[in-house]
């Protein structure tokens, strides 16, 4: 038991150096805001699922718990979002690595996983523009009001960033680690019991599992793929529902409930659907 909860401390470490530093840019935007700021940032998002894609595709998920606050802080687009929660792989790759699993096939899904993240988030945004959704200038003083850190209350950035840090660090600390002891003790045995090597109903269940915000989930995926007890349609699903700690630092900093699920949502159906059209691929 002990160890597991140093095994979670450690993990939820390792996010430090990508919260911090995205703190201190919200931060920065907040405190030189204006209409020059705000144009840049403009051109830029058109280019946010590209970037959020490929960024997401790196084996760590400190990636999606960042671009969640910067969504949050009105930085990045909603489909920006969603195509790094997609090609997030969390410890999926690693894990494979150490299975022998051939190089042509880890290639294979890191580049589908950025090719479908970065389709999905352009379509999210096409979409939502055509609805006549506007993305909002960046607002991190809607971050300060909702975790009522207090922080507007201190001057220059590193103060602020350091308090979000900390508020989002111990909250990602307590939740991960119910969630890990949870999947302890029953978490591959359950996804065993799934039917996760049958078309559709893998990838739907694959799907499912994926969305749990831990790790660990990545890590049996990997496991059960090396052993063939899990088809590559649902190992893609799985991998691309889930958005590793990014959907927990989501519903702590951005306050819209409804958006949020309706950002799960996309982001299964899209596992689901990418995830069996690549079932057909392998």
Known sequence: MIELLIDVLVDNLLLLPFLFPTYLVLEAIEAHAGGALERTLGRARRWGPLAGALS??????????????????GVITVGTLVSVFLSTSDELIPVLVSRAIPLGLLVKIV???VLFGFAAG????????????????????????????GCTE??????PALIHTAEIF????????????ALHFAGED???????????????????????????????FAQLYAEGGMSAGALMAGSLAGSGL?????FRTHR????????????????VMFGHLAGYLF
Do not use: W
Request: overall charge positive.
């Open 170 to 181: 111990v909250f990602i600390l307590v939740a991960s680690g119910i969630i890990e002891l």
């Open 190 to 220: 359950v996804l065993k019991s799934f039917v996760l090597n049958r078309p559709v109903v893998g990838e739907l269940l694959a799907g499912l599992a994926g969305m749990v915000p831990n790790c660990a989930v990545s890590v049996a």
């Open 122 to 149: 352009l379509a999210v945004d096409a979409f939502l523009r055509a609805r006549g959704a506007r993305t909002p200038a960046p607002h991190v003083e809607d971050l300060c009001a909702h975790s009522r850190c």
């Open 111 to 113: 580049g589908l996983k």
């Open 154 to 159: 201190h001057r220059g950035i590193v103060v």
């Open 246 to 250: 990014g959907a927990l630092v989501l």
């Open 256 to 271: 819209r409930l409804k958006d949020n699920l309706l950002i799960l949502v996309a982001v299964y159906v899209f596992g």
């Open 56 to 73: 997401g595709a790196v084996p760590q998920c400190g990636f999606s718990a960042a671009a969640a606050s910067l969504y949050a802080g």
